[in-house]
């Protein structure tokens, strides 16, 4: 494969980011002649690595560093570099920033510590430097990162100790991590996996460079495989979302650790790095809307880019197994459940196929073929055929043990799965084998996927499924949230929020306010049916605390007496605008639907199980933004207690339609009114078979003090 | 440490097992002349191994066998060999065992298949050989089975691969595995993790010596740390918890993995081995019970294994963490909760000693160190002396990432290390780093564990954390169920069911069976209280759906007409013994709590949360045999909804020595009448704040179809 670091067509203007991560010269201010310290760390790496392009130290006190001609200013430099590495002192780097902007460099990286993530002073002087860099259309990596590199050209912009050992040679692995350490951490991690690492990047404090930004470049690469990334926060959500959207629109496969969802970890990060955390369960919703896979460890986030960099993604779900004893058949078999995978059995002729090549082994899926093979390898092959072409299962496990390390099978046993597989290297083949390294990269380089462990594997081929599904899903359109209301949403009483509401679309039970024993009687015999009484206060939040409610209420007059005296006596100070009365409501499933603000990502949609059980198990979807209503019903899809609403054991099934208008709704007013509204909450809503109904409503605005409901 | 292969004192009698175990001499029938057959694989082991005891083959057609003598007969033999080891095809393995038998041979190893697992003319073949062995009082170890070994005799009793590359040096890790080829794939593991496998072994059809037996004997062995398990079934119930509560009592804590927990797996699992499978669920249950660890997954077998083989057990949960990099330390926040351990704060002075220590670094746990300690290694040995002298954590991980490789500084963050734990190695210190495979045998004499990823390492501590508390947990003593009823118990009616477990001390609503209109309404006058109705009938065991039940019953008389007339209309064939009225319960949580009846556990006890929406979260907890009012509670406690009873956000607390009552006494009631009752079902039970009580009742006898609640 050649791995391009130019752009084809060389007409085509070079953005500032193609500049920074394919730079044709690259200035070092501040360069060591000493290779050991950090200021000469990146010109040895340059220099090692063969850097294609011009390599000019700056240095005010040498002629030469490292061997080479240094300068004594920047000005002096010939041309103009695309990259400045900065390894000075903060003092020094706003004078520094207004060089390159003088001289036309598109990117610095700043090396230097000390800025927004040690408190308020640093973050003073980290806003100047911005300032200088986005006046002057300079484009900032860090402070605190540990910069960049780009393999296939040998830039290696970076003093990073995980390059110590070499440079990687040019590959389909991108890897973005805000940690530099963490960042260094995977390359390493790469190198001992075979995983050849073409772009790595750390972005520190994200002054301006964010990871989002980094997404969105190396999406757009046509030789990057997969991309690793490494968040503790995102500082523009906007930015995650559309760079992730990229992503997924190039089929590129992004795999995330986004850590900090501890409540000590969340405190860490932010201690970390100078960046403001979203809730971490908004983080899962973006990243599930647009496909990017969240590693929960380092270990899966190596072993699913892994899967991800061959390239190859199954069609569908469906696993099959093939063993040489049946424990970990069995074993398997588990590990495919945990992730989703389907043990599909074999149609009828192909167990006849297999009964008849091996009348010991198993006959269906998982297959243990025993140990009759060891007479003759072609059995495996056979039975890879015949799991491929007889079943037509999506992906394969083999699990091979210790036998692929043994000098005498191991070799037979790799050619035997390899003709096996031969017409069907468009699906993946993961190997579950434990070998030494030489041994398990002849495997890899026979077509399949190695791992040392079976749930590992079950894992990895879940996870490309996961992927593969992604890319295939169209995406869905934008919204248009509408325009803002009129009302006025400040210090909204129920009735209020739900006339505001009403007004949307949002369907509520009829109602009446009333302010007399009359008007209350009045209104029961209008309605003829049993009633809920609720007081109306601007006050009182909590109305059933206060004596506020009754239900079945037939005598209306006496509920609005009892209830009025009741709140007079535990809330004198509360002002009441009356009692609302409500038909007693239908039955149907109790959900809680509503939106928050989220720090990071603005208005959140939430859907979830209403009940103080549902509660406890967290029972919750959410989605950033306008929601279609489509995409609402991928929400109530998602709940894991979805099955009450689709008729769960003989209950009638939920209006599902009307629950994600409902949703969707609501979500297109909390985004449309975003300047004011800081959460919305209908709780109760009724998801009844023919109709779904909010019982109650709340709306509370920024300058309000917002509601928790807990996203994670 | 030495390494006993012979009890102390040589007056005590051997068991069979000791002499299976660690065998005198040992007798191959069938032994080849070639070491790679595998007659010939045990043969060439024991002589490469150096094997401390006799070493017979018997061979009816050669002298020598591998260079040794051979013997045309076992009863040639001299001496009574304590093994013999059966490398003979099945036709003659029934001669050989009687031959055992008359030699006085104390365990025979079958290697052959071809049994149990074959179907059922296989099974015929084995039992006939069990018949032989147990009048003969021999000990078989298969068929089907690979063999068993101990390293530090140089008893290598198998012909598994996995010992081709060497024996391992006698150590404190024991395998016992039922599949020969898993436990020969965890011997190769442990071999690459620098673990010392002392006993292995594999018990294949289990016909009569199965993983239990294994367990109880090695858990009573001095030099045994550790017993590495893995299940697809076991054979028999009661053995295996015997064999974990000796396990306990020895403090040896023993880490299992049980296949099968997937449906396809439980399949597999049935048609690999010949063992029938219990629920999954109860296995869960039965390995809580006694602290046993269940590993998910084979890596997390090794990895537990490996932190409990140093012997070193935190007091408690609270976790330090120590890092070079503080995106490392967010990770580790992340993975101790997951894990349930307790990144606790450092008290203010041990913060200001940190502050004094390094400005630059955090003042808290988790504590990042940043770079500075490059400077000065000093600061690493002060850093983890505050957090065990200031911060008095039960264990620490320190996370140092890609730096103990370096040749540079690799010796020297290991020597800090050492001295900053000094005085403390009564506790866990965990390392999560990358090198290569000398330097972490280098760092892990120097009394560390050393983990590659943060997740495994947090996974690891908490696993010691739980295996401690279990040791220090006072078992539960053993409690007597009481004498059978003397009531029938088959086709009972509710009302009948309910009377009979009343009588052995459930609490239920008072109750009236009326006939007619007539007396219904008495009792309803009696009562004086809105009622509940129920058909009562042998035939209809789900009431609500033909129209039998009615609540807020205030006119007793009509609603025995309407129930009568609607069952039927509904079911005409149903025979009907009348109408139940009983008070309309108090308002409490809905739990439900039953026994079942388990293939392999026999009578075990359920309870968990009522209704559709905690059925699908499936919150149950179980447990086998009869419970104990304390260990009932404990299972209350273990629902992950156990908020709901325990006073959640101001609801009144269930009165919880009732609901344990109710349960014990269910518990107690199954188990005396095991021998008739195949399930009881109590749904659902009220928990009050002042009481409990059960509102139906349902037994099943084993003539009976079962009832079927799902137990995982």
């Given at each position: 494969?050649?791995?391009?670091?130019?752009?084809?067509?060389?007409?085509?203007?070079?953005?500032?980011?193609?500049?920074?991560?394919?730079?044709?010269?690259?200035?070092?201010?501040?360069?060591?002649?000493?290779?050991?310290?950090?200021?000469?760390?990146?010109?040895?790496?340059?220099?090692?690595?063969?850097?294609?392009?011009?390599?000019?130290?700056?240095?005010?006190?040498?002629?030469?560093?490292?061997?080479?001609?240094?300068?004594?200013?920047?000005?002096?430099?010939?041309?103009?570099?695309?990259?400045?590495?900065?390894?000075?002192?903060?003092?020094?780097?706003?004078?520094?920033?207004?060089?390159?902007?003088?001289?036309?460099?598109?990117?610095?990286?700043?090396?230097?510590?000390?800025?927004?993530?040690?408190?308020?002073?640093?973050?003073?002087?980290?806003?100047?430097?911005?300032?200088?860099?986005?006046?002057?259309?300079?484009?900032?990596?860090?402070?605190?990162?540990?910069?960049?590199?780009?393999?296939?050209?040998?830039?290696?912009?970076?003093?990073?100790?995980?390059?110590?050992?070499?440079?990687?040679?040019?590959?389909?692995?991108?890897?973005?991590?805000?940690?530099?350490?963490?960042?260094?951490?995977?390359?390493?991690?790469?190198?001992?996996?075979?995983?050849?690492?073409?772009?790595?990047?750390?972005?520190?404090?994200?002054?301006?460079?964010?990871?989002?930004?980094?997404?969105?470049?190396?999406?757009?690469?046509?030789?990057?495989?997969?991309?690793?990334?490494?968040?503790?926060?995102?500082?523009?959500?906007?930015?995650?979302?559309?760079?992730?959207?990229?992503?997924?629109?190039?089929?590129?496969?992004?795999?995330?650790?986004?850590?900090?969802?501890?409540?000590?970890?969340?405190?860490?990060?932010?201690?970390?790095?100078?960046?403001?955390?979203?809730a971490d369960g908004v983080y899962d919703a973006v990243f599930a809307e647009f496909g990017a896979y969240r590693a929960r460890t380092t270990q899966e986030?190596?072993?699913?880019?892994?899967?991800?960099?061959?390239?190859?993604?199954?069609?569908?779900?469906?696993?099959?197994?093939?063993?040489?004893?049946?424990?970990?058949?069995?074993?398997?078999?588990?590990?495919?459940?945990?992730?989703?995978?389907?043990?599909?059995?074999?149609?009828?002729?192909?167990?006849?196929?297999?009964?008849?090549?091996?009348?010991?082994?198993?006959?269906?899926?998982?297959?243990?073929?025993?140990?009759?093979?060891?007479?003759?390898?072609?059995?495996?092959?056979?039975?890879?055929?015949?799991?491929?072409?007889?079943?037509?299962?999506?992906?394969?496990?083999?699990?091979?043990?210790?036998?692929?390390?043994?000098?005498?099978?191991?070799?037979?046993?790799?050619?035997?799965?390899?003709?096996?597989?031969?017409?069907?290297?468009?699906?993946?083949?993961?190997?579950?084998?434990?070998?030494?390294?030489?041994?398990?990269?002849?495997?890899?380089?026979?077509?399949?996927?190695?791992?040392?462990?079976?749930?590992?594997?079950?894992?990895?081929?879940?996870?490309?499924?996961?992927?593969?599904?992604?890319?295939?899903?169209?995406?869905?359109?934008?919204?248009?949230?509408?325009?803002?209301?009129?009302?006025?949403?400040?210090?909204?009483?129920?009735?209020?929020?739900?006339?505001?509401?009403?007004?949307?679309?949002?369907?509520?039970?009829?109602?009446?306010?009333?302010?007399?024993?009359?008007?209350?009687?009045?209104?029961?015999?209008?309605?003829?049916?049993?009633?809920?009484?609720?007081?109306?206060?601007?006050?009182l939040a909590h109305k059933t605390d206060v004596g506020g409610v009754e239900l079945d209420v037939t005598d209306a007059a006496a509920a609005f007496d009892?209830?009025?005296?009741?709140?007079?006596?535990?809330?004198?100070?509360?002002?009441?605008?009356?009692?609302?009365?409500?038909?007693?409501?239908?039955?149907?499933?109790?959900?809680?639907?509503?939106?928050?603000?989220?720090?990071?990502?603005?208005?959140?949609?939430?859907?979830?199980?209403?009940?103080?059980?549902?509660?406890?198990?967290?029972?919750?979807?959410?989605?950033?933004?306008?929601?279609?209503?489509?995409?609402?019903?991928?929400?109530?899809?998602?709940?894991?207690?979805?099955?009450?609403?689709?008729?769960?054991?003989?209950?009638?099934?939920?209006?599902?339609?009307?629950?994600?208008?409902?949703?969707?709704?609501?979500?297109?007013?909390?985004?449309?009114?975003?300047?004011?509204?800081?959460?919305?909450?209908?709780?109760?809503?009724?998801?009844?078979?023919?109709?779904?109904?909010?019982?109650?409503?709340?709306?509370?605005?920024?300058?309000?003090?917002?509601?928790?409901?807990?996203?994670?």
């Open positions: 494969m050649s791995l391009l670091h130019e752009p084809a067509d060389p007409a085509v203007p070079r953005s500032p980011l193609d500049r920074a991560f394919r730079p044709r010269s690259v200035a070092i201010l501040g360069a060591s002649d000493d290779p050991t310290r950090i200021s000469g760390r990146a010109l040895h790496y340059l220099l090692r690595a063969g850097f294609s392009g011009g390599i000019f130290p700056v240095n005010n006190k040498r002629d030469t560093v490292q061997g080479i001609t240094a300068y004594r200013n920047l000005a002096d430099v010939p041309g103009t570099p695309d990259v400045a590495l900065i390894a000075l002192p903060s003092r020094l780097l706003a004078a520094a920033l207004r060089e390159c902007v003088a001289k036309g460099v598109a990117a610095a990286v700043i090396y230097a510590a000390g800025f927004a993530e040690t408190g308020e002073s640093g973050a003073g002087l980290q806003d100047e430097l911005v300032e200088i860099a986005r006046a002057g259309g300079l484009r900032l990596f860090g402070p605190n990162c540990l910069g960049l590199m780009n393999s296939a050209s040998g830039f290696v912009g970076t003093f990073s100790s995980a390059f110590d050992a070499g440079t990687p040679k040019g590959g389909g692995v991108a890897i973005a991590s805000q940690s530099g350490a963490y960042g260094g951490h995977l390359a390493y991690l790469c190198r001992e996996r075979g995983l050849d690492v073409g772009y790595w990047v750390s972005t520190g404090n994200e002054s301006d460079v964010d990871v989002a930004t980094c997404i969105d470049w190396l999406a757009r690469q046509d030789e990057v495989t997969v991309i690793m990334a490494y968040l503790e926060g995102a500082t523009d959500g906007d930015r995650l979302r559309a760079a992730l959207a990229t992503a997924r629109a190039h089929r590129k496969p992004v795999v995330i650790t986004k850590v900090g969802k501890s409540a000590a970890g969340a405190v860490a990060a932010a201690s970390h790095t100078a960046s403001l955390a979203g986030l190596v072993d699913i880019a892994y899967a991800c960099d061959r390239g190859v993604f199954p069609r569908g779900r469906r696993l099959g197994i093939v063993t040489v004893s049946g424990g970990f058949g069995v074993e398997l078999c588990d590990a495919a459940e945990r992730y989703g995978l389907d043990v599909a059995g074999l149609p009828e002729a192909a167990r006849a196929r297999l009964r008849e090549l091996n009348p010991m082994g198993s006959d269906d899926n998982p297959c243990d073929t025993t140990a009759n093979w060891l007479n003759d390898p072609s059995l495996i092959t056979k039975t890879f055929q015949i799991m491929y072409g007889g079943g037509d299962y999506d992906s394969v496990i083999g699990s091979f043990t210790i036998l692929p390390d043994s000098p005498t099978f191991g070799a037979g046993i790799r050619d035997a799965i390899r003709a096996g597989t031969e017409g069907y290297l468009d699906r993946p083949t993961a190997l579950c084998m434990q070998a030494r390294p030489d041994v398990v990269r002849a495997y890899e380089e026979a077509g399949f996927l190695v791992f040392g462990d079976s749930d590992r594997a079950a894992h990895a081929l879940a996870a490309l499924a996961r992927i593969a599904e992604s890319f295939a899903a169209s995406p869905h359109e934008a919204l248009d949230p509408g325009t803002p209301t009129e009302a006025n949403l400040s210090g909204l009483s129920e009735a209020d929020a739900q006339e505001v509401l009403a007004e949307v679309g949002v369907p509520f039970l009829p109602s009446r306010l009333v302010h007399d024993r009359e008007s209350a009687d009045a209104a029961a015999r209008e309605f003829a049916v049993a009633l809920a009484a609720k007081i109306v206060s601007p006050d009892s209830i009025t005296t009741r709140v007079a006596a535990a809330r004198p100070d509360a002002r009441i605008d009356g009692v609302l009365l409500t038909p007693m409501a239908p039955s149907g499933v109790e959900l809680i639907v509503g939106t928050s603000t989220d720090a990071v990502f603005g208005p959140v949609t939430m859907v979830g199980l209403g009940g103080v059980a549902a509660e406890l198990h967290r029972d919750v979807v959410l989605r950033v933004g306008a929601v279609t209503v489509e995409a609402a019903r991928e929400m109530v899809l998602g709940l894991r207690s979805a099955a009450l609403l689709t008729g769960h054991r003989g209950a009638p099934a939920a209006d599902l339609d009307a629950l994600a208008r409902l949703i969707s709704t609501v979500s297109r007013f909390a985004v449309a009114n975003r300047d004011r509204v800081a959460s919305v909450e209908l709780n109760p809503v009724l998801a009844c078979p023919d109709r779904t109904l909010a019982l109650d409503a709340l709306i509370i605005t920024h300058s309000q003090k917002g509601t928790t409901w807990i996203s994670d």
